[in-house]
């Protein structure tokens, strides 16, 4: 097969990959009621937006991702439209693509050893931040007898100054408190907790995952998280002078990085799916960067 046909075939298959992410973000798209607010918009039709980038590198990938920003905001608008948001999602695109091609053919065990720490780390932090808000008294309840505006952080742990600083402005501050609280404790000790048992099963069914040509799912893993965590850095610094000026950065951002990493976690094992798909066409695995 010629290059350019080769380039032709990418680019039509990058085309319905879009458009099922489309269809997706239309139908499937849903919010998750978390921080006392309207909620986090969770929406399937990025595991499709992911595939061009595994699959044809970071120029596909970043282009279908700005892309899937801009006609999905075109067919169902939700809010401002802000460009600088669009070229966030099309880094991230590009991004997952670079990461890919460096990590896909990776030592196993450096990978595993790399996922284990990570999952650790999120672990510790999680019970870190409960033993601090615990000794800070912030339960569920410390806005019950307490003016939000009042509340003196100066001697508090820095976590708990964040989440003060967080809720305190918010229309039902003791219910966005408890959101935060459990977000930040047991948000970052479940995303361990989920970390650790992707690699057991990793690990316990490594040979089945071999046969069944499975062997890039801890890379993937690894991409997905980390692209994750880079789109929702930036786009914290492009959110946050716009809605919660007032708020600091580490209080917006660390709610939404956890989201971020639960909902990466699961789309992880149907772009897995899908890749094993794709990669059992003789026809379309050739077309695979």
Request: net charge positive; hydrophobic share 55%.
């Amino acid at each position: 097969m010629s290059k350019s046909s080769q380039q032709t075939r990418r680019i039509a298959i990058s085309a319905i990959l879009l458009s099922l992410a489309l269809v997706l973000r239309l139908v499937a798209t849903f919010y998750l009621p978390i921080y006392g607010a309207n909620g986090h918009r969770i929406n399937p039709g990025t595991i499709f937006a992911i595939l061009p980038a595994i699959l044809f590198g970071p120029v596909y990938g970043a282009i279908v991702a700005g892309l899937f920003d801009v006609l999905g905001f075109v067919l169902r608008p939700t809010g401002a439209f802000l460009p600088l948001m669009t070229l966030v999602v099309a880094a991230g695109g590009f991004v997952r693509g670079v990461l890919w091609r460096v990590l896909r053919n990776r030592s196993r065990t450096l990978l595993r050893a790399c996922l284990l720490a990570f999952a650790v780390l999120l672990l510790f932090f999680g019970f870190l931040n409960l033993a601090f808000l615990s000794a800070d008294g912030l339960n569920a309840d410390f806005y019950a007898n307490v003016d939000p505006q009042s509340v003196n952080t100066d001697d508090m742990h820095f976590i708990s100054r964040i989440l003060v600083e967080r809720t305190r402005g918010a229309s039902a501050p003791g219910e966005a408190l408890a959101g935060m609280r459990t977000a930040v404790t047991w948000g970052f000790a479940g995303a361990g907790l989920f970390a650790l048992l992707l690699l057991g099963v990793e690990f316990a069914f490594s040979k089945w995952l071999i046969r069944e040509q499975f062997t890039q799912l801890l890379p993937l893993t690894i991409t997905i998280l980390l692209a994750g965590f880079f789109v929702s850095t930036l786009n914290t610094f492009v959110l946050r002078p716009i809605f919660w000026p007032t708020i600091p950065f580490a209080a917006v951002w660390i709610p939404r990085m956890i989201v971020s990493l639960l909902v990466d976690t699961v789309f992880v094992y149907f772009v897995a799916i899908l890749l094993r798909l794709f990669g059992r066409n003789e026809n379309l695995s050739e077309l695979v960067q």
